[in-house]
């Protein structure tokens, strides 16, 4: 199969009798949530600055099987947006995967309002996480497909008590009701949703193999060849239709040389659903404009980022290196497999830094490539493996907490523990911006926490100079905080403070649903639509701070002893709020060590979010 196209550079974005615990609090919207017991249920209510209001809320602990009530009293009317929930912390492990929670009614501005269909629940958005029921969310629909375990970023395990999934509704009231949608200037005063728990404790049973194979075919295998600008170039292409185990080729050729960039790989659409989760490509030769190359090591298989749906094969990554310990299910590298030998022995790399400009600085030109694979085990299915699990933590020791962020024009300051640019590289202790695709060091000092025992922390990064870094929205991608404490959940972190340039700026944090190993914070991160929007802030920034409680430790820190934050008469400036990353909109969580960048077409972000740095990271 022959063609011509230009090259998009690719992304690859539970009792009959209950306990009723009700907790009115007055805090800002949309509730911070940081600082709520597991099985809690809150709401969360937007309004149409996406940013904080001052309300009482009433939450529920959920305990078991039965009927509840949360509820939002605000102290001035405010006018809704398109996205506002019903949700429970960390539900999915509290509640179980199978638990379903039904709204029986809601109540606005004391009123009962028709509902317009009836509910389902569902992990928030893919991220195995938080329990969600949609209450009004223009973005979404129910998926009645949707299943535990299946690779659907978007919705996983979309359920109901009774029926089908497909008659329930995202938005249970009118449009009336929301001012961005009707622009009716309607003010909720109050809001009250009652509705009853089943199945607590229970968990859906996982995808099958055969289930999870609902793409149909051709699987086309192609090239994603990436220049130093990452973006569109023309090149005639030949791809390979992926029959059965055999031999095949797959080639490019530029109309004019490019220079490559770190990444670039042979892929297979939806070659995961259609031919297996255990099936191996193996590469046999690379010719780099008619010569053949040597290749550095053997090729690795993997499910792309670990979606679970497109196939890869790395053939330059610096950015991923392949795992043995990943398994069938492992959202970061699904599956990593090689047909002969161990995985640890296979390469991300398979020729040379000489060709990668980015890299040599040689200045290259690739007019061609050609890769000759061979497959094996076509219609095989890899077994689901066991969750990773973190090391154990020391309740009498110290840890540290970082600062991390990243600008819209990717500068930014990774998660410690990422391979390439985390604590043990020379970026790590600075603001690392680019300079085409060089790294550069941007003005700023990074201010961390070591963490030694129960208390209150700050970590900040203050003197940045972000100028030019917000041409194309005027947000952060990622605001969040590492540390290096072992997630079991013995070591929380909660009643997180965000201060901006001296403004208090209303977050919602979130443990990050790819805190495997680590606690790590997700404050705003524009792939995760759990905290893609946070309050208004201006940019560029010059000082962020990060303020936030550390407990569980079998000690106390005396000298990080908590204490009531001070009055303060400052009235926030009238600004216009800043661009929306829509809070609801299909999107996904990025795993804490992949890269993500964004070219010129939509990025497919990963689920699993997690923490992304400045540039795509592919496995």
Same mark, same amino acid.
């Given at each position: 199969?022959?063609?011509?196209?230009?090259?998009?550079?690719?992304?690859?974005?539970?009792?009959?009798?209950?306990?009723?615990?009700?907790?009115?609090?007055?805090?800002?919207?949309?509730?911070?949530?940081?600082?709520?017991?597991?099985?809690?249920?809150?709401?969360?209510?937007?309004?149409?600055?996406?940013?904080?209001?001052?309300?009482?809320?009433?939450?529920?602990?959920?305990?078991?099987?039965?009927?509840?009530?949360?509820?939002?009293?605000?102290?001035?009317?405010?006018?809704?947006?398109?996205?506002?929930?019903?949700?429970?912390?960390?539900?999915?492990?509290?509640?179980?995967?199978?638990?379903?929670?039904? %709204?029986?009614?809601?109540?606005?501005? &004391?009123?009962? @309002? /028709?509902?317009?269909?009836?509910?389902? =629940?569902? !992990?928030?958005? *893919?991220?195995?996480?938080?329990?969600?029921?949609?209450?009004?969310?223009?973005?979404?629909?129910?998926?009645?497909?949707?299943?535990?375990?299946?690779?659907?970023?978007?919705?996983?395990?979309?359920?109901?008590?009774?029926?089908?999934?497909?008659?329930?509704?995202?938005?249970?009231?009118?449009?009336?009701? %929301?001012?961005?949608?009707?622009?009716? &200037?309607?003010? @909720? /005063?109050?809001?009250?949703?009652?509705? =009853?728990? !089943?199945?607590? *404790?229970?968990?859906?049973?996982?995808?099958?193999?055969?289930?999870?194979?609902?793409?149909?075919?051709?699987?086309?295998?192609?090239?994603?060849?990436?220049?130093?600008?990452?973006?569109?170039?023309?090149?005639?292409?030949?791809?390979?239709?992926?029959?059965?185990?055999?031999?095949?080729?797959?080639?490019?050729?530029?109309?004019?040389?490019?220079?490559?960039?770190?990444?670039?790989?042979?892929?297979?659409?939806?070659?995961?659903?259609?031919? *297996?989760?255990?099936?191996?490509?193996t590469v046999d030769s690379i010719k780099i404009n008619g010569e053949e190359v040597e290749l550095q090591g053997p090729s690795y298989t993997c499910s792309a980022d670990g979606g679970g749906v497109n196939t890869r094969v790395n053939l330059y990554n610096e950015w991923n290196n392949p795992d043995e310990t990943a398994t069938a299910g492992d959202d970061n590298h699904i599956d990593n497999r090689v047909a002969d030998g161990s995985v640890m022995?296979?390469?991300?790399?398979?020729?040379?830094?000489?060709?990668?400009?980015?890299?040599?600085?040689?200045?290259?030109?690739?007019?061609?490539?050609?890769?000759?694979?061979?497959?094996?085990?076509?219609?095989?299915?890899?077994?689901?493996?066991?969750?990773?699990?973190?090391?154990?933590?020391?309740?009498?020791?110290?840890?540290?907490?970082?600062?991390?962020?990243?600008?819209?024009?990717?500068?930014?300051?990774?998660?410690?523990?990422?391979?390439?640019?985390?604590?043990?590289?020379?970026?790590?202790?600075?603001?690392?911006?680019?300079?085409?695709?060089?790294?550069?060091?941007?003005?700023?000092?990074?201010?961390?926490?070591?963490?030694?025992?129960?208390?209150?922390?700050?970590?900040?990064?203050?003197?940045?100079?972000?100028?030019?870094?917000?041409?194309?929205?005027?947000?952060?991608?990622?605001?969040?905080?590492?540390?290096?404490?072992?997630?079991?959940g013995e070591i929380t972190i909660s009643d997180i403070k965000l201060s901006i340039d001296g403004r208090d700026v209303q977050c919602s944090p979130i443990l990050s649903p790819d805190s495997v190993n680590y606690v790590n914070m997700l404050i705003q991160n524009i792939w995760n639509e759990d905290v893609a929007t946070i309050g208004y802030y201006a940019v560029p920034p010059k000082d962020i701070e990060i303020t936030f409680t550390v407990s569980?430790?079998?000690?106390?820190?005396?000298?990080?002893?908590?204490?009531?934050?001070?009055?303060?008469?400052?009235?926030?400036?009238?600004?216009?709020?800043?661009?929306?990353?829509?809070?609801?909109?299909?999107?996904?969580?990025?795993?804490?060590?992949?890269?993500?960048?964004?070219?010129?077409?939509?990025?497919?972000?990963?689920?699993?979010?997690?923490?992304?740095?400045?540039?795509?990271?592919?496995?």
């Open positions: 199969m022959k063609r011509l196209k230009k090259l998009l550079a690719t992304v690859s974005a539970g009792i009959f009798a209950c306990v009723l615990t009700l907790s009115p609090l007055s805090v800002y919207a949309a509730q911070d949530a940081s600082g709520l017991e597991d099985g809690t249920a809150y709401l969360n209510i937007n309004n149409e600055e996406w940013g904080e209001f001052e309300a009482e809320w009433t939450n529920a602990k959920i305990t078991g099987d039965g009927s509840y009530t949360v509820g939002m009293e605000a102290k001035e009317g405010q006018s809704l947006v398109q996205f506002n929930a019903l949700e429970v912390v960390n539900g999915e492990s509290y509640l179980g995967t199978g638990c379903v929670l039904t %709204v029986d009614s809601i109540k606005i501005n &004391g009123e009962e @309002v /028709e509902l317009q269909g009836s509910s389902y =629940t569902c !992990s928030a958005d *893919g991220g195995g996480v938080t329990t969600r029921v949609n209450i009004y969310n223009e973005w979404n629909s129910p998926d009645a497909t949707a299943t535990a375990g299946e690779g659907d970023d978007k919705h996983l395990d979309n359920r109901v008590a009774e029926g089908s999934v497909e008659d329930a509704v995202a938005c249970l009231f009118s449009s009336d009701y %929301v001012n961005a949608s009707s622009g009716s &200037g309607f003010l @909720v /005063e109050s809001l009250e949703v009652a509705f =009853t728990v !089943s199945g607590f *404790g229970t968990q859906a049973e996982a995808a099958s193999g055969d289930g999870a194979q609902t793409a149909e075919g051709p699987a086309i295998a192609h090239l994603s060849i990436n220049n130093e600008e990452w973006s569109e170039y023309e090149a005639e292409y030949v791809d390979a239709e992926i029959t059965g185990d055999g031999t095949y080729t797959v080639s490019m050729k530029a109309s004019e040389g490019q220079s490559l960039v770190q990444f670039n790989a042979l892929e297979v659409e939806n070659g995961e659903l259609i031919l *297996g989760t255990a099936y191996t490509i022995d296979a390469t991300a790399c398979l020729f040379s830094s000489d060709y990668v400009n980015a890299s040599s600085g040689s200045g290259f030109l690739v007019e061609s490539i050609e890769v000759t694979f061979t497959v094996a085990g076509v219609g095989e299915l890899a077994s689901a493996g066991e969750a990773a699990t973190p090391d154990a933590v020391d309740l009498n020791g110290t840890y540290n907490a970082y600062i991390g962020l990243q600008t819209p024009n990717f500068s930014f300051r990774n998660a410690f523990d990422d391979e390439t640019y985390g604590r043990d590289t020379e970026y790590f202790n600075q603001i690392t911006g680019w300079e085409g695709s060089d790294a550069i060091v941007k003005d700023g000092t990074l201010t961390d926490a070591v963490i030694a025992g129960n208390g209150t922390y700050t970590i900040s990064a203050n003197g940045m100079n972000l100028e030019g870094d917000f041409e194309s929205q005027d947000y952060m991608n990622l605001i969040f905080i590492s540390t290096d404490i072992p997630n079991t569980g430790f079998a000690y106390d820190n005396e000298a990080a002893a908590d204490t009531a934050e001070p009055e303060t008469t400052e009235e926030p400036a009238e600004s216009e709020p800043a661009e929306e990353a829509p809070a609801a909109e299909e999107s996904s969580s990025m795993s804490p060590v992949v890269i993500v960048i964004i070219v010129v077409v939509v990025v497919a972000v990963i689920a699993g979010v997690a923490v992304v740095l400045s540039k795509k990271k592919k496995d």
